[in-house]
């Protein structure tokens, strides 16, 4: 049997590939002027499973902006030092239903950040990670990080400076979070840690070991080392399922059935528990700031392999 479900991964998998290759919708986000410049055609699909197998088609090794996936890994860090009823009460875990970088959600929904996927939301999330071992905040973002993906990750430098250079909107978001004492750290400083989180250089192959990680209960399936502990796995799979995709979360869930975290880089991640993580790679996205082929190949695999947590076989 288990020879067989390989073999249906793999073949799901190239279908999928093969379906939306030539599909050139959207295109790419351009407010970042690094994203604009990646070529539009790339596209790869990596998937995990719980025994460690790595499935791989297309560009699955090019490394990519991770962009706001890394908001989903620094609460599951954030969760680490804080209760979940810290992060609900101090950040919010409702969804939105704005656009990922919304003023008005934050004015409407409590003067604070609503949820932590959401770009207020996330800062705030930064801004409550304790160092450990007595190292700078960066380097314990960056070592938890490299024990997701199973190898050591690093900032795509040009990336960061395009997106330093530009981020006024995000510091805007950060200061006014602080005029409600609703972000726990230094806003401006936590603004440039969220932004070099976001700029961090990803494969779909890491970002499936990644989302592999949440589908294994917290274990990373390929080094087997326990990263997150199961009560926040769960947690933060609650908050991907209501947020993941921003404004678009509701349809997603309504089409799909996963929790999922969505990049403007192009990458969304997808999390069948006890199942597999997925990671599928396009630069080109919607108006949500959401990828085209990813959203349309996730899509694919998950009816294919019957993925959907809302269906009770
Ligand atoms: N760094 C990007 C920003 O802050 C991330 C947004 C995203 O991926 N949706 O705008």
Known sequence: AQKADKNIIQKVMNEAYEKFKNDSRGKNADYIPYLAKVDSNLYGIAIVTPDGKVYELGDSKFEFGIESISKVFVLCLA???????????????NATGFPFNSVTSIELQGKRAVNPLVNAGAMATNSLVKVQNGNSKWKTINDYFNRLAAREIKVIDELYHSEAE???????IAILLQSYNTIYDDPIMTCDLYTRQC?????????AIMAATLANNGVNPVTKDKIINPQNVTKTLAVMTTSGLYEDSGQWLYDIGLPAKSGVGGGIIAVAPGKMGICVFSPRVDQAGNS???????KYIAEKLQLNIFNPM
């Open 79 to 93: 969760l680490e030092s804080n209760t979940p009823e810290e992060i609900a009460q101090k950040v919010g875990v």
């Open 166 to 172: 530009t981020n006024q909107h995000n510091q805007a």
């Open 199 to 207: 700029s961090f250089g990803t494969s779909a192959k890491d970002l």
């Open 292 to 298: 085209v082929k990813a959203i349309e190949t996730i």
